[in-house]
């Protein structure tokens, strides 16, 4: 797979220049962490920290598949115990720290304060900050929040 830096336009084929819009293509896997810093740094950083942004694909594949997986896995070892909720209750209580950090670094990337994410707790009006934070695209370049995770600049890749 193929990402251009500029325009974000994805391609199967791997080529040097866009098609979209003839820049610079990266290839390879793109959630590295940066050079110099351990992965363990990195993960609790993504995980934990309320500061700065990150894209709806980092947040879908570095947090809402693994969140998924890991409450899967819980309601399996209920199902195992036969434990009436109790794991997968303790892991959706582990969860809440991850899942409003994340949350609340999607609404930054979309320009939005954390406070955005409060919306969520509200009946009918939770639809918004949803499909907000889950699909649409953040603002371009830089906002109040910090780089545009998607900018050259702050891309990482490998390989």
Same mark, same amino acid.
């Given at each position: ?39 363990? /740094?990195?993960?609790?950083? #993504? ?16 947090? #809402? ?16 115990? /036969? ?21 609340? /670094? ?25 499909? #907000? ?10 906002? #109040? ?10 891309? /990482?890749?490998?390989?």
């Amino acid at each position: 797979m193929s990402l251009c830096l500029t325009c974000g336009h994805e391609t199967q084929m791997a080529s040097a220049s866009c098609s979209n819009c003839g820049a610079r293509m990266v290839q390879g896997p793109l959630l590295a962490p940066p050079t110099g810093e351990s992965a363990a /740094k990195f993960w609790l950083r #993504e995980w934990f920290s309320f500061q700065g942004r990150i894209s709806r694909s980092s947040f879908w594949l570095q947090h #809402e598949l693994p969140m998924t997986g890991i409450l899967l896995m819980a309601l399996f070892l209920d199902t195992v115990l /036969k434990a009436n909720g109790a794991v997968a209750g303790i892991v959706m209580l582990l969860s809440v720290w991850p899942n409003a950090a994340t949350c609340v /670094k999607r609404a930054h990337d979309r320009g939005r304060s954390g406070w955005f994410v409060i919306l969520m707790a509200v009946p009918l009006l939770s639809i918004w900050p949803l499909i #907000e934070l889950y699909f649409l695209r953040g603002t371009n370049g830089v906002n #109040e929040f910090g780089p545009d995770p998607l900018s050259p600049s702050t891309f /990482k890749s490998v390989g």
